[in-house]
């Protein structure tokens, strides 16, 4: 058994994100653990850019309201409590909604291979993301 001491909050890379976003990591791979584990906090409007994970990623909503949105324009709106999968390689974005905050936990594996298996992307336009909320 191990102790992790609380992590210092950061805000959230502009290159990554857009909007204010702050990320305390919970959790780095530590072998033979891969798991990766962060919390993080949009602020309405705020979100990730376009990215993807290769082994996949769960986001579990503790507390607010946000959207994850995939290329095939699929829109989940997600709240407190909710948990969502996004598969290996699936193109998608997430973040709070034009009005309300959103903090989740953002869990992933690392690939065998090392880093976290992120992929980022371009990020999601203002009409992107207008787009969601009328979908």
């Known amino acids: 058994m191990e ?3 609380l992590a210092d909050t950061v805000r959230a890379p502009a290159e990554r994100f857009t ?4 990320l305390t990591m919970l959790k780095t791979p530590s072998p033979p653990s891969r798991l990766v584990a962060s919390l993080v906090r949009f602020t309405p409007g705020a979100r990730t850019h376009w ?4 082994v996949g990623q ?5 507390e607010g309201a ?3 949105v995939n290329r095939d324009g699929q829109v989940i709106r997600m709240r407190a409590g909710d948990t969502v999968w996004t598969p290996p390689g699936e193109e998608h974005w997430h973040g709070g909604t034009t009005t309300t905050c959103l903090s989740h936990i953002a869990m992933l594996e690392a690939p065998e ?3 976290d298996g992120t992929t980022w992307l371009e990020p999601v336009t203002d009409e992107q993301y207008a787009a969601a909320h009328r979908g």
């Open 3 to 5: 102790f992790i001491p």
């Open 19 to 22: 909007g204010a976003v702050h």
């Open 51 to 54: 990215h993807s994970h290769a």
């Open 58 to 62: 769960t986001l579990h909503v503790t």
């Open 66 to 68: 946000g959207l994850v």
């Open 113 to 115: 291979q090392g880093g």
